[in-house]
């Protein structure tokens, strides 16, 4: 999970293919994205805070406009699942 540089959304990814951005000050769901394969959890924020990149068991690493919840790109080239090091 990662929170956006402002502090106001936090996001979340899980095994179930999706990644949910939250209103911190409200607990609701703002978007659910949804991936065609799970992911392992791992969320990144961009500094502006307007680009989600997760990690994706399909050895693909995926950045997501948060405004929209659309995909901007499909990062490929691994050889094994992209995990998280941080």
């Given at each position: 999970?990662?929170?956006?540089?402002?502090?106001?959304?936090?996001?979340?990814?899980?095994?179930?293919?999706?990644?949910?951005?939250w209103?911190?000050a409200?607990?609701?769901?703002r978007?659910?994205?949804?991936?065609?394969?799970?992911?392992?959890?791992?969320?990144?924020?961009?500094?502006?805070?307007r680009?989600?990149?997760?990690?994706?068991?399909?050895?693909?690493?995926?950045l997501w406009?948060?405004?929209?919840?659309?995909?901007?790109?499909?990062?490929?080239?691994?050889?094994?699942?992209?995990?998280?090091?941080?």
């Amino acid at each position: 999970m990662a929170f956006s540089p402002d502090g106001r959304t936090l996001a979340t990814g899980g095994a179930d293919a999706t990644e949910r951005l939250w209103d911190v000050a409200t607990g609701t769901t703002r978007t659910t994205l949804t991936a065609p394969t799970g992911t392992d959890g791992s969320v990144a924020f961009s500094p502006d805070g307007r680009t989600l990149a997760t990690a994706c068991v399909d050895h693909a690493v995926r950045l997501w406009d948060v405004t929209t919840g659309n995909t901007r790109s499909t990062l490929t080239g691994h050889t094994g699942d992209v995990m998280s090091v941080a």
